[in-house]
């Protein structure tokens, strides 16, 4: 007759609650899985089914009551581990973002927005175009594979029941990772901020020139249309700054 223990029950729950926790703290945040167009209980079930595999790789996991204060204690930290690997995947993105909203503004497009499922939110046509092809970008890369397998990897490197207070640097690594959403953003829209700057000094030398002319006329078809020319030359080069961008979120998010 087959008889189990009470410990090696508890083990057996810990060794899929735990792991299934720091899975689903990253699908709830991380760009395309956490995409409010995918169904709740689609992302469940593959947490599921990544958790029951990730199971039985795991050893020495402690003798921890899961109901108990410790227990609880422990599936925080899980969950806190998964959004914050999460979260540096989500500010590339960001970044990204930051640029189309840089762009839109200068362009004089900032009030044409639409809704944006990955961010919940109103935003500009430009930053949902670069998001776009970013997503594109980060699946055609198999990115999202990547960031999966350092999901994996984070159950050898942050194993179950460490103490992440006395590993500091790893909350310091997480906030400094936020400087990315700035500068990465700036220089993805410096070319076409740059481009429309020339731009609007001309158009101020030529309204001081000719003050007869209606700038109000003529400045924004103007700067519209070269904003869309200047983006439309840089697409094709703007497949490797964000490949580099992508790829350092994906080390990012391995919270070394």
């Known amino acids: 007759m087959l008889s189990i223990s009470s410990d090696q029950l508890i083990i057996w729950v810990n060794s899929f609650i735990w792991p299934l926790t720091r899975i689903l703290g990253l699908i ?8 409010a167009a995918i169904p709740v209980p689609m992302k469940i079930s593959f947490g599921v089914v990544l958790a029951l595999l990730v199971a039985p790789t795991l050893h020495n996991l402690p003798l921890i009551d899961p109901i108990s204060l410790p227990g609880m204690l422990i599936l925080i930290e899980q969950f806190v581990i998964g959004v914050a690997m999460g979260f ?47 997503t594109m970008l980060f699946l055609s890369l198999n990115l999202h594979l990547a960031l999966l397998s350092t999901l994996v990897e984070s159950f050898t490197k942050l194993p179950i029941g460490v103490d992440l207070t006395l590993q500091p640097g790893i909350w310091l690594h997480i906030v400094s990772a936020a400087s990315v959403i700035f500068s990465s953003g700036v220089q993805l829209a410096l070319p076409i901020i740059a481009a429309l700057l020339v731009t609007n000094i001309a158009l101020g030398i030529l309204t001081r020139a000719a003050p007869q002319l209606n700038i109000f006329g003529i400045g924004f078809p ?9 983006l439309f030359i840089i697409i094709p080069y703007l497949a490797l700054p ?13 919270l070394r």
């Open 242 to 254: 964000l490949q580099k961008i992508l790829e350092f979120g994906i080390q990012l998010a391995a």
């Open 222 to 230: 103007i700067t519209m249309t070269v904003g869309f020319l200047m």
């Open 88 to 134: 540096t995947i989500q500010v590339v993105f960001g970044s990204v973002d930051l640029a189309g909203n840089l762009i839109g503004m200068s362009m004089g497009l900032g009030f044409a927005s639409f809704f944006d499922p990955q961010t919940r939110g109103n935003t500009p046509a430009i930053s949902q175009f670069l998001t776009l092809v970013t």
């Open 28 to 35: 709830a945040i991380a760009p395309i899985f956490g995409n």
